[in-house]
């Protein structure tokens, strides 16, 4: 089995993928989060693992808006614990002038940073890999990543946990051409839009409370068909295919303007819990 997944080696992504697959497969970087849609999509690998929100800092858009239009759908979810490194080949902290890191893992620590390396340069880099291999050939600098990257480039932890929430997950999503069955434990991924008038939210949702359906998730995006026009997602409990479910869904469908499962898959856990 071939897993495109968005790199370089030694993501979180990649970190992921080999969470959810383990050995025994072949794992392809994709420069994009596009990319692994793509190689998906046509035929290059079978599986696509993407990261879709950070319990901190929210949704990747580019995914979200992806989901809409693709025709792949939600296989599973790998919800992994995100634990921050300092890497350098710098013995001392003092010694940092430049650090790089991609920009999500800039904002989860951004406190740490300014506290104990206010006069360095912070420099985005592509992803946490990528800053990583920057460190090896530059005096003088940091990265920070994760315990992958420092494995995969064999560059030391200077300073470990420098997050700036105790708790620190992201959501990867996991998808492909064919659905999957019921596992008894699903959760279920769905994009609609409505028609712009009073109620109308409160009366989409209202077959899921009545079917005893509990959501875990509403969030909303620009449609991007014009302006201030509005698309949802939701996140609920159980499979498309359990009864209650299915029903709610018949409801919903013709009350919309545009309605689309995304996927039922297992629910993720988090590793520990």
Excluded at 55 to 61: C, F, H, I, L, M
Excluded at 90 to 103: A, C, L, W
Aim: with cysteine; aromatic share 10%.
């Amino acid at each position: 089995m071939d897993i495109s997944y968005l790199g370089p080696q030694a993501t979180f992504t990649h970190q992921a993928a080999w969470r959810a697959f383990g050995e025994g497969v072949e794992y392809i970087p994709a420069e994009t989060i596009d990319d692994v849609f793509t190689a998906v999509q046509e035929g290059e690998a079978h599986r696509g693992v993407v990261p879709v929100e950070n319990s901190n800092e929210g949704v990747v858009t580019s995914t979200m808006d992806l989901l809409v239009d693709s025709t792949l759908v939600i296989t599973g979810e790998v919800i992994l614990p995100i634990r921050l490194m300092l890497l350098s080949r710098e013995k001392d902290i003092r010694g940092i002038v430049k650090v790089y890191s991609h920009p999500q893992p800039f904002a989860q620590c951004r406190h740490w940073l300014r506290k104990n390396l206010r006069g360095a340069a912070f420099v985005d880099a592509r992803s946490t890999a990528e800053a990583a291999a920057f460190c090896l050939s530059q005096e003088g600098t940091a990265a920070v990543a994760g315990a992958m990257a420092s494995q995969f480039y064999g560059i030391p932890t200077l300073v470990e946990n420098i997050g700036d929430w105790e708790e620190n997950l992201t959501r990867f999503l996991v998808f492909s051409t064919h659905p999957t069955a019921s596992s008894g434990n699903d959760k279920t991924s769905l994009v609609f839009s409505i028609k712009d008038k009073v109620g109308a939210l409160y009366e989409i949702l209202r077959p899921f409370g009545e079917a005893g359906i509990n959501l875990t998730k509403i969030e909303s995006r620009p449609s991007k068909k014009k302006a201030w026009d509005y698309v949802f997602f939701i996140d609920l409990e159980g499979h498309k295919d359990d009864s209650a479910v299915r029903d709610a869904l018949r409801k919903l469908e013709k009350m919309c303007m545009f309605m689309k499962v995304l996927g039922s898959y297992p629910k993720g856990t988090v590793e520990g819990k």
